[in-house]
């Protein structure tokens, strides 16, 4: 087992460029694999592919840095796809660094992606890949790896003992020292790998090792695979609300007819008569339901429901049984116990191991979903492909059993609840400070029962809150679908079968090849499994049916467009008016859209020219039926190509802030209006000073209507979040409701 083998050598001849271009490929698929982890294969992939067309024997160094990699690797994709090692990990690295921090005054919870442990784990595999005279140098490694991780722990520890520092601060101090201390770490390697004798050979028990390690993860990666969707349950789905005499603010009201500001939208009523148009039943329950009014159902949603009305002890032992025999439970949850629902939800969530948390989620750069994790589920790429998921504030969620996580924000705060602060939502302050957690926080999560049941939680109401409906809307149906399936639970006799394959297989070309050329069977074999079984993996469309009137809002063309529901160049106003007007809104990319067209598509602040094919696309859809919309500032070089594409030109004098008088005595209010010249088969439908601001062009069924304003689309010209513009929001709608002409 110890026997030395010939050097690794690769010529440049027909093999070796063979293996380079096969790992060059290979390295690309590993980039675009849905499961991040496989993304820790790519950098080992051109490693190897610049090694296989060497035609020099190669170095003991390089030797150490390639096996030292694959394994760092395989490791990875290990705790990608087996979630409880990796939470495991994580909560002994929160607990140790809140005990040492606590020695120095701060007591803060450091994630996984908070310190820089993975290098360290990085050096020391290659140092062991250079095994026996790896291990000598090793121990000279691990004190200076042991100081570099304590002086980034105590550091972070000093700076949040006096409880002022923000969020935004601890996430670039977070990540200069996370810079700094790889930075170290790798030059300490480094140098220990070049005391070692250069043109020493390696063993064939590293051969042995990697083969190991290959296996365990073919066992893994096939025993947990995702298989393609089974059949789906039938039934309707129920959505809790509370008794009207505990909801005093309206929160579970749908969205009024009248214009009013963002914040005044109420919050979850909207969302069944939304799913009803998808062509979902759809029952609304007033109260916690009994077991006998859960007969029939397949999917209960439960939005932050407080104790005042949902802690009868009946009701939820009868929601826990109801998911032990098959049903799938959808739950959403909010920041620090808000209006004691964090009591009845983690009293309901106890039996399947998921806990709301009294803290308040911040993300270290900005909002949405920015600097998450997604993990291994039936709804991950249709989450990845939304154009924004709005999350705002939510709580954290603690996981043990068999509850697997969903999204994990990296570099994110749990900001302990405030008992004293004044809106009496126990809120954070946006600092880190004692008690807090910084780093990886778990924002949802999922929990599989044998008997095929399904909860998902979602630490936040706000992604579908009425408002936000417009943005998450294309997930509703991946996200009912993935909860109308039974449950599944790993395979382990299938990944068994497969491993012992494998194995067999290794055991056969090990008798006939030295160690060193099973490297780049053993590399590729896994990498070929884990894009296979990635990318054949139950994946919904996330396309709303043809047969919905829906109001897309295009994404696709590198709008300037806010994407935080309240910001003030955001779409929500409008896509709210959609709702009103019995539309489903959606934000989303043009190749998202289905073969039918849309009945009213908005493109606004583009930021960037169309191709033709977005353009013959966009004209044959008006032909079809579809109002196109397109809102743009003749200040922008790219808006006025758009334009042009269009068969328009801008002015070149802005007129500015101006108003225009329209029936009924309603004024409507541009924000930066740029006047349009008229070319054939236009006509003006708003004009100031004789200068056309808006105008139009009938195409088959359909028009083409041009805004000379971009902020007459967005929040800003319609409705902020305390705020409200009733005649632009008037004008709108009339543009929605009919096909004719919007004339002052």
Known sequence: CGAKVGPLTWNENLRGVMWAVMALVLAIGCLLAPEPSVRLLAPVLFLFSRVSLRGIPVSRIVWAALLGSILFAFGGILLGVVPRVWLTLNHLAGVSTERITGVMGGSVRLGLSAIPLGTAILVTLILLSAFPKGLKQLRLVWPIQFLVLMTHIVTMGLLTENGTFTVDMAWIACLTMSGVSTLVLLLSGWWSL????????????????????????????????????????????????????????????????????????????????????????????????????????????????????????????????????????????????????GLVLNHLLAPFGIAVNFDTTNGGVGEDLRGVRLWRSEIREALRNLAAFPYNRGASLTLSGAAQPLLVGRFWQGDVGNFFAEDQAFLGDFRLSPGDSFGDVILAAEWQGAAGGRVMVFGDTTPFANAALGYTSPILIPLIQTLSLPGTSPSWVRGGIAGLVVAVGFAFIGRYMPPTERVPIILVLVAVLCIVLGLSETRWPSRIPETVPTMIVATNVMNQMDLNVYGDRAPTALMVEG?????????????????????????????????????????????????????????????????????????????????????????????????????????????????????????????????????????????????VLPSNLAWWKTLLRRETDVRP
């Open 194 to 341: 070049t005391q070692l004798e250069t043109q020493e050979e390696p063993t064939a028990k590293a051969g042995l090792v990697l083969s190991g390690v290959a296996v365990l993860l073919v066992v893994v990666l096939v025993g947990t695979y995702i298989p393609p969707h089974r059949d789906l349950r039938s039934g309707e789905i129920m959505i809790v609300t509370a008794p009207a005499a505990f909801d005093p603010e309206g929160a579970y009201r749908a969205i009024p007819p009248q214009p009013q500001p963002l914040h005044e939208l109420g919050l979850f009523g909207e969302l069944p008569q939304v799913i009803r148009k998808l062509g979902y039943t759809v029952r609304v329950q007033v109260g916690m339901p009994a077991a006998k009014q859960m007969a029939g159902v397949r999917l209960v949603c439960l939005f932050a429901p407080s104790a005042t009305w949902a802690a009868e002890q009946q009701s939820l032992v009868a929601l826990q049984q109801f998911v032990m025999d098959g049903g799938s439970l959808l739950v959403f949850a909010e920041h620090t116990n808000y209006q004691t629902s």
């Open 579 to 723: 709702l009103r007007e019995g539309l489903v809104p959606a934000a989303m990319s043009l190749e998202d859209v289905g073969a039918e067209p849309p009945k009213v598509l908005l493109l606004s602040s583009p930021r960037r020219a169309l191709s033709s094919r977005e353009v013959a696309r966009l004209f044959r859809w008006a032909e079809e039926g579809t109002t196109v919309v397109v809102a743009a500032d003749g200040n922008i070089p790219s808006a006025r190509v758009v334009i042009h594409q269009l068969g328009l030109t801008f002015g070149d004098v802005p007129l500015g802030a101006i108003t225009v008088d329209l029936p009924g005595g309603e004024v409507l209010q541009f924000h930066s209006a740029w006047p349009l010249i008229l070319a054939d088969g236009w006509t003006a439908l708003i004009e100031n000073r004789q200068l056309p601001v808006v105008v139009q062009r009938r195409l088959g069924k359909g028009r083409l209507i041009v805004i000379g304003d971009e902020g007459l689309s967005s929040n800003i010209g319609l409705a902020t979040e305390w705020v």
